[in-house]
């Protein structure tokens, strides 16, 4: 199984607190990820971030509908969270969301790992869609959050992937 990695990181021109209670509502993931991929929420009423929630989801991807649930199994506000696929499209996913006080407001970060199934054509699809559709998302979020946050946040690392 070949893992890669996919970072960024912005700065957000808010307080550690208000950055961190934007992301801690997966409510608002609808609002960040682009509409091709249908994004929905489906885990029945409120959603509560601690360590241990569970969070269904429902994408379509190349027009076909995925079923994905993640696992907070780290929760540590407003420091960090770790959320794994516990079911979904990948062998392996784990985001890591960190957030750092910084003088000009909070510097959040991004850390995927990422493994795709199916071995050697998994890579292949990687290479030919996966990696871009990837940077796509992210980079997208990033655009969302500047609206989310008042126009004000900076990009400091673009979307990158490294194998």
């Known amino acids: ?9 912005m700065l957000v021109p808010k307080s550690l607190a208000e950055t961190f ?4 509502d997966p409510h608002n993931l609808a ?3 682009p509409s091709w991929l249908k994004f929905q929420v489906t885990t029945p009423g409120r959603v509560t971030l601690r360590k241990g929630a569970e969070i269904t989801y429902r994408i379509r991807w190349l027009g ?3 079923h994905w649930k993640t696992l907070i199994v780290e929760y540590e506000p407003p420091f960090l969270f770790l959320d794994e696929q516990a079911e979904g499209p990948y062998s392996l996913w784990r985001h890591r969301h960190t957030f750092k006080p910084m003088a000009e407001g909070t510097l959040v970060c ?3 790992e990422y493994a795709l ?3 050697f054509l998994g890579e292949i699809a990687h290479k030919a869609v ?7 998302i992210f980079r997208y979020r990033q655009q ?3 609206k989310l946050f008042g126009g004000a946040t900076r990009q400091v690392a673009e979307p990158a992937i490294k194998d």
């Open 1 to 9: 199984m070949k893992v890669h990695t996919l970072r960024c990181e």
């Open 21 to 24: 209670s934007v992301f801690e």
């Open 31 to 33: 609002k960040i990820t």
């Open 64 to 66: 076909l509908p995925m």
């Open 110 to 112: 991004d850390h995927v």
């Open 117 to 119: 199934q199916l071995g």
């Open 130 to 136: 996966v990696a871009r559709q990837l940077l796509e």
């Open 144 to 146: 969302e959050l500047q």
